[in-house]
């Protein structure tokens, strides 16, 4: 982008020290962590040597079951679809960002006025949310996936006795966002051939 107003240079000169600042603060925070007290309870999944897999969200704590052959097949088959649809549509998003920086070179070219700062605001708007669909794309197949392996695999274990449930949790932990996570679960499951699975 070329140059911009005196009015943002200035703004943005008046927000740096600010938000220097801020990160410095945030550092800080973010060294000052502490171990979760065990009745704090936390986000956590956990690979057992047996192919379970320990789930906690928040105070519950869900057991998936050892998949068998035809579930991981299922799992990773999905998986698989989903990366091809995430490749799908990164690859419509690279199309439609070329033709919006194209549109900048043109709004770049204008001369220094206000139609020229309203439309590169607006076309730097259209890039980020085109950046930002990719990452909502990435997390909608997650959660289907999640979805799919909570609908198999999830146990209710009651003593000796186990009784499948199926259920699927009312909210996702941030560590479903984790892009390697289901990888790493088809792996565990296909790890452990005296398993269950």
């Known amino acids: 982008m070329s140059a911009q107003s005196p009015e943002i240079n200035a703004a943005e000169a008046q927000l740096a020290p600010a938000f220097q600042q801020f990160l410095i603060e945030q550092a800080k925070t973010t060294d000052a962590r502490v171990e979760a007290k065990p009745d704090e309870g936390g986000d956590d999944v956990k690979f057992v040597k047996t192919g379970w897999i320990r789930v906690t969200i928040g105070e519950t704590e869900l057991h998936l079951r050892a998949a068998f052959f035809g579930e991981v097949k299922t799992l990773l088959t999905l998986l698989e679809n989903h990366q091809d649809a995430l490749t799908t549509h990164r690859h419509m998003v690279k199309r439609e960002d070329a033709k919006l920086q194209a549109r900048l070179v ?41 979805t799919k392996v909570f609908e198999l695999l999830n146990i209710e274990r009651t003593g000796e006795t186990e009784k499948s449930k199926g259920a699927v949790p009312r909210q996702w932990p941030g560590w479903v966002a984790d892009a390697d996570l289901p990888t790493k679960c088809v792996e565990h499951w296909r790890s452990v051939p005296l398993g269950r699975g």
Do not use: F, P
């Open 106 to 146: 043109e709004v770049d070219a204008m001369e220094e006025d206000e139609e020229k700062w309203s439309a590169q605001a607006k076309l730097a708007i259209d890039l980020r949310n085109n950046s930002r669909s990719i990452r909502d794309k990435a997390d909608e197949l997650r959660i289907s996936w999640w």
